[in-house]
C-alpha cells in the first residue's frame, strides 16, 4: 500500500507561477513598436505630401456649374498618378478618403466631400473614365471603382470613387467619356483656327 501512496505524493505538483514581469514587459514593448511603426507611416505621409508640393491649388465649383447631367453619391477612395495605381498623391486633401457627392455639367464635375476639401474639375480637364478594381489602399472586385482621369497642374490623375449603387458606374463611365471627347475636340478646334488666323 505504501508505494502507490508515494507516487500520487509525487504526482502532486503546485502549479507554475505566472511571471507578471516578463508578460508586462513584453506588452509594454509590443505596444511600443506599434506606436513607432505608425510614427513611420505618418512621417511617411508628410514626406509625400512635402514632394508634392508643387501640385496648385484644386478649382473650385463655379458660381454657374451648369444644369446637372448625372448624381451619385457614395465613397471618394484617394487619387493616384494617373495609370499607376499604387503612386497615392496625398497633396492638397486628396489623399483624404471620405463620403463624396457628385455632380456631372457641362461644366465639369463637382465633387462635394462632407469632412474634407471639395474640389472641380473642369470639363476642359476631363481625360476620360473607366471601371477598375482597386486603387491606392483599396481593392474591390471587378468593376467596383469608377476611376476618373483629368489633368490639373501639368499631371494626371486618376481619381477613385465608388457609388452607393454600383450599377450607376457604366452611366458615369459613358458620360465622362462623352464630355471628355467633346471638349478634346472642341479646345482641339479652336486651337487650330487660332493657330490658322495668324
Known amino acids: 500500500m505504501t508505494p502507490p501512496l508515494i507516487h ?3 504526482a502532486q505538483k503546485s502549479a507554475p507561477v505566472t511571471d507578471w514581469a516578463a508578460r508586462i514587459g513584453w506588452v509594454v514593448g509590443l505596444l511600443v513598436f506599434v506606436v513607432f511603426v505608425y510614427w513611420l507611416m505618418r ?3 508628410k514626406w509625400r505630401g512635402t514632394l508634392q508640393g508643387d501640385l496648385p491649388e484644386l478649382p473650385t465649383t463655379p458660381d454657374a456649374p451648369g444644369t446637372p447631367l448625372l448624381t451619385l453619391t457614395g465613397r471618394y477612395h484617394g487619387s493616384t498618378t494617373a495609370g499607376q495605381w499604387l503612386d497615392r498623391i496625398v497633396a492638397r486633401g486628396l489623399g483624404t478618403r471620405s463620403r463624396a ?5 457641362d461644366q465639369g464635375l463637382d465633387v462635394v466631400r462632407p469632412g474634407a476639401a471639395d474640389f472641380f474639375v473642369p470639363a476642359a480637364a476631363l481625360r476620360g ?4 478594381k482597386g486603387i491606392a489602399g483599396k481593392v474591390l472586385t471587378e468593376g467596383g471603382l469608377l476611376i476618373v482621369t483629368w489633368e490639373h497642374g501639368g499631371r494626371q490623375i486618376d481619381s477613385g470613387f465608388r457609388s452607393d449603387r454600383a450599377d450607376e458606374h457604366p452611366a458615369w463611365v459613358e458620360a465622362l467619356n462623352e464630355l471628355s471627347t467633346t471638349e478634346h475636340h472642341t479646345s482641339t ?5 487660332t493657330e490658322g488666323a495668324r
Open 8 to 10: 500520487l505524493a509525487e
Open 43 to 45: 512621417q511617411g505621409w
Open 101 to 105: 457627392e457628385l455632380t456631372l455639367t
Open 129 to 132: 473614365a473607366r471601371l477598375d
Open 189 to 193: 478646334t479652336e486651337h487650330t483656327e
